[in-house]
């Protein structure tokens, strides 16, 4: 029934000859957290593991798509059997989106999905806009999207041991009242400033306007240096 499966071989010539990178698409992925690593899910993977072979053997570079909607507990076993399956080809997840009930949410709900998946080996993560399962994105849709999607890839490399150094510069930024430090590095400065001009703090101009005068960071600064 699919064209490129029954020719893939001729495909596999034509990606070899003009140097393309195949990606794997999985049309058994679920819709539905309640459809998450079923029997049909588990049989696809096992033939993409097959199709990535046949790649590898042609000369042909690929990567693999999955999932889509599927629950917290089922992230790290989907993720575990196509790493094995595949031999370790890379692994391209949209989300996943860990429940079906947010809509306008969802950029949301798969950066959950995304960060846990990122953790137990994802390789790429696809971003979804806050449309998804609504509309047609706009470009603040997509804006929304990428940075979810960003922020759940670096909470996935934090665990991992990668990039924690601008975690500690930020926090050390932090510890001083360094805004401009702060607002350097961060994902989104232009949210950042844009909460900081709009209820700036009217007690204690270094602090910000949850704590004032209480800042918690400020007093044990002062009381560090003796005054």
């Keep these: 029934e699919n064209p490129f499966y029954k020719e893939f071989d001729y495909?596999?010539?034509?990606?070899?000859?003009?140097?393309?990178t195949l990606s794997l698409g999985d049309g058994m992925r679920s819709g539905a957290t309640y459809d998450s690593n079923d029997r049909a899910k588990f049989q696809e993977?096992?033939?993409i593991g097959e199709l990535v072979e046949r790649a590898r053997e042609a000369g042909v570079q690929t990567m693999v798509e999955?999932?889509?909607?599927?629950?917290?507990?089922d992230i790290q076993a989907n993720i575990e059997v196509?790493?094995?399956?595949?031999?370790?080809?890379?692994?391209?997840?949209?989300g996943p989106l860990v429940t079906d009930i947010a809509p306008g949410y969802d950029h949301f709900v798969a950066g959950i999905g995304g960060a846990l998946a990122g953790y137990f080996g994802a390789d790429f993560l696809c971003y979804v806009t806050?449309?998804?399962?609504l509309s047609l994105p706009d470009k603040d849709d997509v804006r929304e999207g990428v940075i979810a999607a960003r922020i759940a890839a670096h909470a996935a490399d934090l665990a991992r041991g990668i990039d924690r150094d601008i975690d500690n510069v930020f926090s050390k930024a932090r510890e001083s009242l360094d805004w401009t430090k702060m607002f350097s590095l961060c994902i989104d400065p232009d949210k950042a400033k844009l909460y900081r001009?709009?209820?700036?703090p009217t007690e204690d101009p270094r602090a910000c306007s949850m704590c004032g005068k209480l800042c918690a960071i400020e007093i044990v600064n002062k009381?560090?240096?003796g005054n």
Excluded: S, W
């Excluded at 010539?13 to 393309?20: R, S, T």
């Excluded at 399956?85 to 890379?90: D, N």
């Excluded at 806050?130 to 399962?133: I, L, N, V």
């Excluded at 001009?197 to 700036?200: E, G, L, N, T």
């Design 130 to 133: 806050p449309a998804e399962h």
């Design 223 to 225: 009381y560090l240096q």
């Design 197 to 200: 001009k709009k209820r700036a």
């Design 66 to 73: 999955g999932p889509g909607h599927m629950p917290l507990n």
């Design 11 to 20: 495909l596999l010539e034509l990606a070899k000859k003009y140097d393309v």
């Design 82 to 94: 196509m790493k094995k399956v595949t031999r370790g080809a890379p692994y391209f997840v949209l």
């Design 45 to 47: 993977l096992l033939i």
